[in-house]
């Protein structure tokens, strides 16, 4: 690990400030994954912001009925919250789905939804990879890509995103709230956060120089059953080959999010539509532009029949 300077921040707005004005730094919540990172020499930041005492740490209802998720909530406190299992439950699913109960105490919402990909190029600094190091190539692509992206990628990444939070968040249509060094606020469409790779894959989000992360707000519940299933190599501490968070309503609507397929947690308005008609039209449309190996093509009859069988018990 390359040494590093270190601070405390006063206010959301002072550690924007601090990490703009500081060439190389890096905000330090939980720090269960730039620790690792750290460590791999992946993520060698000049100066860390410890951001743990700036009071973002609770779940606040929202005026029109939604729920503001602050920065710092711990992932098993959100999982655990009354009114999120009551809710969102697809958001409490998601977040149970991911990594242990240890991790899951010291993450954070804003560092889950910042964590980079596991892709194992990405970790092994012998391979050229685009998002480590920009312009070295990407050694997943035409190396083993069972774990990686068919939809959404570029010919400078094939990686996907981890986060199992950030898929259901995404089909709740949350938005991102953060601090800019200025002090001026902006809210973010989950949509509009992730950035595919294209060209630039070491470019994961939206967020300008020193912005900061300040709370996730979730829209005011739509009712409907909430599923989140997650298929993996085995039964915990795995990332997700396929995950699907749904809603379905009494009438049949609803929306379906994917994860484990793409840069980002993977959405197609046109696919929600489809759902009244099965699987197979809403896989179809989702998955309509995939870009598979020999190694991950199963992916497309993976993410339709876990789809299938999310369908299946929101229909009872």
């Not at 700036?54 to 009925?65: F, S, W």
């Not at 997943?140 to 992206?149: E, L, N, P, W």
């Not at 990332?239 to 929306?255: H, K, T």
Request: glycine share 8%.
């Amino acid at each position: 690990m390359k040494s590093f300077t270190y601070e405390r921040a006063q206010s959301p707005a002072d550690a924007a400030a601090a990490a703009a004005r500081t060439e190389g730094a890096k905000f330090i919540a939980g720090g269960t994954n730039l620790l690792d990172l750290m460590k791999l020499e992946i993520e060698t930041p000049t100066h860390l912001i410890d951001v743990n005492a700036l009071a973002l740490d609770k779940i606040e209802a929202t005026p029109d009925g939604g729920l503001r998720i602050g920065a710092l909530v711990r992932n098993t406190d959100l999982a655990a919250d009354a009114r999120v299992r009551r809710d969102y439950a697809v958001l409490s699913r998601a977040l149970l789905a991911g990594a242990s109960g240890q991790l899951r105490n010291k993450a954070t919402t804003a560092g889950n939804l910042l964590q980079r990909t596991r892709c194992p190029y990405f970790y092994d600094t012998n391979q050229p990879c685009n998002k480590r190091l920009p312009g070295s190539g990407c050694a997943a692509i035409g190396g083993f890509s069972r774990q990686h992206a068919i939809v959404g990628t570029s010919k400078a990444c094939i990686a996907t995103h981890p986060s199992d939070m950030a898929v259901a968040m995404r089909v709740l249509d949350a938005t991102v709230d953060t601090v800019q060094p200025d002090g001026k606020t902006r809210s973010i469409a989950l949509d509009d956060f992730y950035r595919l790779p294209g060209e630039t894959p070491h470019i994961e989000t939206t967020l300008t120089k020193g912005e900061l992360i300040t709370a996730v707000t979730l829209p005011k519940p739509v009712g409907g059953t909430q599923i989140y299933r997650k298929v993996r190599d085995r039964a915990s501490y795995a990332f997700a080959l396929v995950s699907v968070a749904a809603i379905v309503q009494r009438d049949g609507s609803g929306r379906v999010a994917m994860g484990g397929v793409a840069h980002r947690p993977w959405h197609v308005a046109a696919a929600d539509s489809e759902i009244p008609r099965g699987a197979r039209a809403v896989t179809a449309r989702l998955l309509a532009d995939a870009a598979t190996t020999h190694e991950n093509a199963f992916k497309v009859k993976l993410a339709e029949r876990t789809l299938a069988a999310v369908l299946a018990k929101a229909k009872g």
